[in-house]
């Protein structure tokens, strides 16, 4: 089945009002509750009262920059954020990631593509009870089942995204994940070349969950191949 998982609630951001439309209509018909929004301001607001699932972000904003407004929702929110954008450059895209996003989609792009991703973001985020684990990695508490890590203690926010990464190299806890079954499993089919996926998050769970993200304890690159995750 192709359908969203029930009762998913996606927030569209785009200046383009006409775009932004179409989009709607078309997640409509396969039965998301859709809201717009075409300015940074309008997209906080939404985001804050209406609580979606996942957010489809364009950059190019007449008020604020998507950028802005990723921080911004990443400051108190996890919500999967997908951006969609034309900015097509390495730099763009890892900017973005760097901010927060969790995925990015260039224009021109496949309806059933940017469907496909955000079915697959909103899964992401989704608990799982299948493991009840609580994984103690030094000063990390790692709980499989409430998807929830604390270090020294303090709870630590990750994103949907920064989750699913960490999740997998747990379950293969002392063993090396290759980097295609790491973007196959995190990102769905079709991402095997997007590595630097790969590296935007994995120095990014260097930062929240290593004393020293410059001489990891948990977090291992094997150059070329892969990650390790050693309690």
Sequence with gaps: MNQQPAGSRVLVVDDDEGLARALAINLRVQGWDVTTAHTG???LEAAATGRPDVVVLDLGLPDISGLEVLAGIR???RVPIVVLSARQLGEDKIDALDAGA???VTKP????ELLARLRAAVRRAQPSAEDDAVVEAGALRIDLARRTVARHGVDVRLTPTEWALLEVLVRHDGRMVG???LLH???GPGYD???HYLRVYTAQLR???EDDPAAPRHLHTHPGAGYRFEL
């Design 41 to 43: 301001a309008q997209a």
């Design 179 to 181: 980097r295609a079954q």
């Design 185 to 187: 499993e995190v990102w």
């Design 109 to 112: 792009f496949a309806m059933n």
């Design 102 to 104: 969790d995925d990015y």
């Design 207 to 209: 930062r929240k969950l």
């Design 193 to 195: 070349a997007e590595t």
């Design 75 to 77: 400051g108190w929110c």
